[in-house]
């Protein structure tokens, strides 16, 4: 079953501007990340959960359907990023990544602050980095990674339906997931999503390394 996660706010617009940057920065600044470090088992990897303008001016987020030829997680929802390179930085990583698929090159200057490292069941751990990016930004999508883009209002992000949890019997922790683009997109994805909305539009410091992923992520 499907439980609700309760909300006490709309659904609302929120323009593309310097008061609501300056406002995500101060969140951030203000919150602090839980880092992990990963066995040797594990590898790190990051993800830019990356806030654009779109054509009315509404702030959005960039969120990415993966390719239907990738080994791994091929046609899932995802934040875009990858694994990170020796030596590098997670938001290194993350504005590498988000260069590679999605055709955006957001300066240094640009990142905004971490939200917590999630430890993936398929053998990451995940930093995701909050970045500014352009207004009305033009995607160019690596075809061999990335299906398709879409810019998510972050407006969205505060609708009463938003998050949901579900019992699974292969473990004991919630299954976390959110309802977008006309379906539900499960944790570690949604984790992100869901903690970026707690931190930067709710300020809330909730926590997510205890949401769960679906069986069919574990690999």
Not at 51 to 57: R, W
Not at 75 to 93: L, V
Request: net charge neutral.
């Amino acid at each position: 079953m499907i439980k609700s996660i309760a909300m006490q706010r709309p659904a609302t617009s929120l323009p593309f501007d310097a008061n609501l940057r300056a406002r995500i920065a101060d969140r951030l600044s203000s919150i602090e990340a839980r880092r992990v470090s990963p066995d040797a088992a594990m590898r790190r990897a990051a993800v830019a959960f990356v806030i654009v303008g779109d054509d009315a001016g509404e702030a959005c987020f960039v969120l990415t359907r993966r390719a239907s030829g990738l080994r791994r997680h091929s046609g899932q929802w995802a934040i875009p990023g990858g694994r990170s390179d020796e030596g590098e930085t997670p938001p290194d990583t993350a504005r590498r990544e988000l260069r590679e698929e999605v055709g955006l090159d957001v300066p240094a200057g640009d990142v905004l602050g971490r939200l917590d490292d999630y430890a993936t069941r398929s053998g990451y751990v995940i930093s995701p980095v909050v970045c500014w990016g352009p207004p009305r930004p033009e995607l160019a999508l690596d075809r061999t990674e990335v299906a398709r883009a879409h810019l998510v209002p972050l407006g969205r992000l505060l609708a009463p339906d938003l998050a949901a949890t579900t019992a699974i019997p292969e473990s004991d922790r919630p299954v976390l997931s959110v309802g977008l683009l006309g379906g539900r997109i499960f944790a570690p994805t949604a984790a992100v999503i869901y903690q970026a909305r707690e931190w930067l539009l709710m300020d809330r410091a909730t926590r997510v390394s205890h949401f769960e992923q679906p069986v069919f992520a574990w690999k």
